[in-house]
Antibody
Framework: QLQLQESGPGLVKPSETLSLTCTVS??????????WGWIRQPPGKGLEWIGS???????YYNPSLKSRVTISVDTSKNQFSLKLSSVTAADTAVYYC????????????????WGQGTLVTVSS | DIQMTQSPSTLSASVGDRVTITCRAS??????LAWYQQKPGKAPKLLIY???SLESGVPSRFSGSGSGTEFTLTISSLQPDDFATYYC????????FGPGTKVDIK
């Protein structure tokens, strides 16, 4: 059974960089069939897609966050990571990592497996 | 950017009711739409993909329909486990989620 687990600091200071890692177990991140994505959810609010990465390193980012986001993949560790720079209180959220299908026709995917999520609070 | 809207934002219903949630896209997304169920403190769960395809393991009382800009999620007979928040997601152009519809007990 595929499992995804987010890890990283739960508290980040304003203007600093938020860094999270997602470890994938029970399956290979190098499969050509899947994308790997980050989605966040501010407390009490809806879901926001942050970006996705293919095992080759190809990335898609939410245009509204693109200038601050970097997603990378480490196939040797079966992990992918998120960096979000210059954070503010508005970046406080539960951050989820998830698996999506590679769909050749579109630059997007539905997400079928999700991590449990990790709360990141931006505060001094 | 493609914007997604959902209606209603909150829906009060009873066990056994037929429930319909509507999702609209600001431009055509063909059938590239998914529906998720989320319970408090939990990750979203994929219910429907490509507008009408039922995810493996999801009860058949859930169904999806639509194409282009208007889509619906129907629960044919609401069960106690179905009280939750439901989100639509377009993935025709990157990804955008709708604002959610909370289904609560009437």
């Amino acid at each position: 059974q595929l499992q995804l687990q987010e890890s990283g600091p739960g508290l980040v200071k304003p203007s600093e960089t938020l860094s999270l890692t997602c470890t994938v177990s029970g399956g290979s991140i190098s499969s050509s069939s899947y994308y790997w994505g980050w989605i966040r959810q501010p407390p009490g609010k809806g879901l926001e897609w942050i970006g996705s990465i293919y095992y080759s390193g190809s990335t898609y980012y939410n245009p509204s966050l693109k200038s601050r986001v970097t997603i990378s993949v480490d196939t040797s560790k079966n992990q992918f990571s998120l960096k979000l720079s210059s954070v503010t209180a508005a970046d406080t959220a539960v951050y989820y990592c998830a698996r999506g299908f590679y769909i050749i026709a579109v630059a997007g995917t539905e997400f079928d497996y999700w991590g449990q999520g990790t709360l990141v609070t931006v505060s001094s | 950017d493609i914007q997604m809207t959902q209606s209603p934002s909150t829906l009060s219903a009873s066990v056994g009711d037929r429930v319909t949630i509507t999702c609209r896209a600001s431009q055509s997304i063909s059938s590239w739409l998914a529906w998720y169920q989320q319970k408090p403190g939990k990750a979203p769960k994929l219910l429907i993909y490509k507008a009408s395809s039922l995810e493996s393991g999801v009860p058949s009382r859930f169904s999806g329909s639509g194409s282009g800009t208007e889509f619906t999620l129907t629960i044919s007979s609401l069960q106690p486990d179905d009280f939750a928040t439901y989100y639509c997601q377009q993935y025709n152009s990157y990804s955008t989620f709708g604002p959610g519809t909370k289904v609560d007990i009437k």
